[in-house]
């Protein structure tokens, strides 16, 4: 019975110092997903053909920028933005016309225990933007 008791006590001695903030709660990099969509029918530009992803040319401070594409989905991917960013504008070419301008931040939240980024104030100049419930940003063109 001593044994059992000891046996207790040290674990409770131990629980005791436990920080309970030592666990990983980081929900990893911000990706910025975006759809291109015909603004009259709602159908994806690349899925029906009159864009195609070879074309497409995406630039931040005169720099063509390296983006991730979701072949089921036909979508473009930003990203990963993994730290604290101020506003910043991303130029989007097709064929080298330009469609427009994606522009926003990313933020730094502070919670207890955890830090979370997520990208704020997001616009897309000449266009109608708009989030769906899966946090994929459609730009109406």
């Known amino acids: 019975m001593r044994k059992i008791v000891l046996i207790l006590l040290s674990f409770l001695g131990v629980s005791c110092g436990v920080d309970p903030c030592d666990f990983d709660c980081s929900e990893g990099p ?3 997903k975006i759809v291109l969509v015909d603004k009259n029918t709602g159908e994806n530009l690349f899925r ?3 864009f195609h992803r070879k074309n497409l040319k995406i630039k931040n401070h005169d720099e063509v920028v390296d983006f991730l594409w979701h072949d089921l989905q036909y979508q473009i991917i930003l990203g990963p933005f993994d730290h604290q960013l101020p506003k910043d504008e991303y ?7 330009q469609l427009f301008t994606l522009a926003f931040r990313i933020d ?3 919670e207890k225990c955890c830090t979370i980024l997520s990208e ?3 616009t897309a100049d000449g ?5 769906n419930n899966k946090g994929i940003y459609q730009v109406k063109l």
Not at 91 to 97: D, L, T
């Open 120 to 122: 704020k104030e997001i």
């Open 91 to 97: 130029v989007f070419f097709m064929e080298n016309r």
């Open 108 to 110: 730094e939240q502070e």
């Open 127 to 131: 266009t109608v933007l708009e989030q």
């Open 30 to 32: 911000v990706l910025v």
């Open 48 to 50: 029906n053909g009159t």
